[in-house]
Nanobody
């Protein structure tokens, strides 16, 4: 059974940093992507960052480019999201996701099929 366990959320002031971790058990991603999504109250879930095994390419939503970095540790089957220069608008529940593909359109990335697995979510709150 596949499980995604997230950690690293919390509260921080604007300009601060947090690092989210997502460890996958029972899952080996071959030619698939893992990533992070977020959802704020009253808003739709959006893809924040994805990293795909083919070419080890990372994708980001425009609003986090230059501030967030996604990386992975294959040995530990873990994906990280380093979040710097946090803004109040980054506040949301962050979800780890695995087993999906992406397509690109105008510099933005989208899930091209269906996310296979979701984590339980970790809250990030940025105060001004």
């Amino acid at each position: 059974q596949v499980q995604l366990v997230e950690s690293g959320g919390g509260s921080v002031q604007a300009g601060g940093s947090l690092r989210l971790s997502c460890t996958a058990s029972g899952y080996t991603y071959i030619n698939r992507c893992m990533g992070w999504f977020r959802q704020a109250p009253g808003r739709e879930r959006e893809g924040v960052a994805a990293i795909c095994t083919v070419g080890r390419i990372a994708y980001y939503v425009d609003s986090v480019k230059g501030r967030f970095t996604i990386s992975q540790d294959n040995a530990e089957n873990t994906v990280y999201l380093q979040m710097n220069s946090l803004k109040p608008e980054d506040s949301a529940m962050y979800y780890c996701a695995a087993d999906f593909a992406v397509w690109l359109d105008g510099g933005s990335w989208y899930v091209s099929d269906t996310v296979g697995y979701w984590g339980q979510g970790t809250q990030v709150t940025v105060s001004s």
